[in-house]
């Protein structure tokens, strides 16, 4: 392998205003900097070791959607500059180039906008248990990640730390309002469905996703990632079969691994093998590649 993960985004002269599982957020006045690392996490705990390349992958790819659906809704990017960027940045631009985007400062809001068009995950376990996701009841007859006869918009609540909880839409109105909660709902499901009938006819399946928006100006926007295999479940369509877990494009192979071992997934994690790393950096790099239709990295990517 050619390249080092970059787990600890350290900028001297520069302290990071937010550090999250992936993102640190640089505050330079007028906007923030986001600087995605290659930190993986799973089962809300950040494991020991990186995905070379990922952090690129999630802010190249979130970038070029952002381009795709902005006049569906508004989004906070500014530009993925690196050339003019402030000091202390500007001495480590090749470092940040396809990790890095200015964006608009925003009021994010506390709600997770989760879309769903498969039946997988703690959605399948839900149905399976009530025949419903969030509340919301589903007909009889779906198997294991059979395809939805609608996508449906299953929120929950941002925890700060632990686990979101789901809730419902009326707990979400109840939350921020009934109007912006249907706000949150249709552009949600018009983003899913935009991306999702992109993505087919790219060989991949987007089964769920997960937006996050705030109010920058008063007006709804989209903010953090978007359609990254970090926020979503890609499935390569060629090997789909309703009744099956499908195979992945995403982190969920870095879960399957942690699964088969005997750790209580509490912190510390244990570190990822090499092979893990490897294929699971093969998997961010094909889902950008067949998505985008062009190599990382390379221009206009």
Same mark, same amino acid.
């Given at each position: 392998?050619?390249?080092?993960?970059?787990?600890?985004?350290?900028?001297? $002269?520069?302290? *990071?205003?937010?550090? $999250?599982?992936?993102?640190?957020?640089?505050?330079?006045?007028?906007?923030?900097?986001?600087? *995605?690392?290659?930190?993986?996490?799973?089962?809300?705990?950040?494991?020991?070791?990186?995905?070379?390349?990922?952090?690129?992958?999630?802010?190249?790819?979130?970038?070029?959607?952002?381009?795709?659906?902005?006049?569906?809704?508004?989004?906070?990017?500014?530009?993925?500059?690196?050339?003019? @960027?402030?000091?202390?940045?500007?001495?480590?631009?090749?470092?940040?180039? $396809?990790?890095?985007?200015?964006?608009?400062?925003?009021?994010? @809001?506390?709600?997770?906008?989760?879309?769903? $068009?498969?039946?997988?995950?703690?959605?399948?376990?839900?149905?399976?248990?009530?025949?419903?996701?969030?509340?919301?009841?589903?007909?009889?007859?779906?198997?294991?990640?059979?395809?939805?006869?609608?996508?449906?918009?299953?929120?929950?609540? !941002? *925890?700060?730390?632990?686990?979101?909880?789901?809730?419902?839409?009326?707990?979400?109105?109840?939350?921020?309002?009934?109007?912006?909660?249907?706000?949150?709902?249709?552009?949600?499901?018009?983003?899913?469905?935009?991306?999702?009938?992109?993505?087919?006819?790219?060989?991949?399946?987007?089964?769920?996703?997960?937006?996050?928006?705030?109010?920058?100006?008063?007006?709804?926007?989209?903010?953090?990632?978007?359609?990254?295999?970090?926020?979503?479940?890609?499935? /390569? *369509?060629?090997?789909?079969? /309703?009744?099956?877990?499908?195979?992945?494009?995403? !982190?969920?192979?870095?879960?399957?691994? @942690?699964?088969?071992?005997?750790?209580? !997934?509490?912190?510390?994690?244990?570190?990822?093998?090499?092979?893990?790393?490897?294929?699971?950096?093969? !998997?961010?790099?094909?889902?950008?590649?067949?998505?985008?239709?062009?190599?990382?990295?390379?221009?206009?990517?």
């Amino acid at each position: 392998m050619t390249h080092e993960a970059w787990t600890r985004i350290e900028i001297p $002269g520069a302290k *990071a205003f937010k550090s $999250g599982k992936v993102r640190d957020v640089f505050d330079l006045g007028d906007c923030f900097l986001f600087i *995605a690392s290659d930190r993986i996490s799973a089962f809300d705990c950040i494991l020991p070791n990186g995905i070379p390349q990922k952090g690129q992958v999630l802010s190249t790819l979130s970038a070029w959607w952002f381009e795709q659906t902005k006049r569906i809704v508004p989004n906070h990017l500014l530009d993925t500059r690196t050339d003019d @960027l402030p000091a202390p940045f500007r001495a480590h631009a090749a470092r940040l180039a $396809g990790r890095s985007m200015r964006v608009r400062k925003a009021e994010v @809001l506390p709600i997770e906008c989760i879309v769903r $068009g498969y039946l997988i995950g703690s959605g399948w376990k839900e149905y399976q248990a009530s025949r419903s996701i969030g509340g919301m009841p589903l007909r009889a007859g779906y198997r294991m990640a059979g395809r939805l006869d609608e996508p449906i918009f299953t929120p929950s609540s !941002k *925890a700060a730390s632990g686990h979101d909880e789901n809730i419902s839409f009326d707990e979400t109105a109840r939350r921020v309002g009934k109007d912006l909660a249907a706000q949150l709902r249709d552009a949600s499901l018009a983003l899913y469905r935009h991306a999702a009938a992109y993505a087919l006819d790219r060989g991949i399946i987007i089964a769920d996703t997960k937006f996050e928006f705030g109010l920058a100006d008063g007006r709804l926007t989209l903010v953090d990632e978007a359609l990254t295999p970090d926020s979503s479940r890609f499935w /390569p *369509a060629s090997d789909y079969r /309703p009744g099956a877990s499908p195979p992945s494009f995403d !982190k969920q192979y870095v879960r399957d691994y @942690l699964e088969s071992l005997d750790w209580d !997934k509490t912190p510390p994690a244990p570190p990822l093998p090499d092979e893990v790393v490897r294929r699971t950096r093969e !998997k961010y790099l094909e889902a950008f590649r067949r998505i985008t239709g062009r190599e990382l990295g390379a221009p206009g990517a």
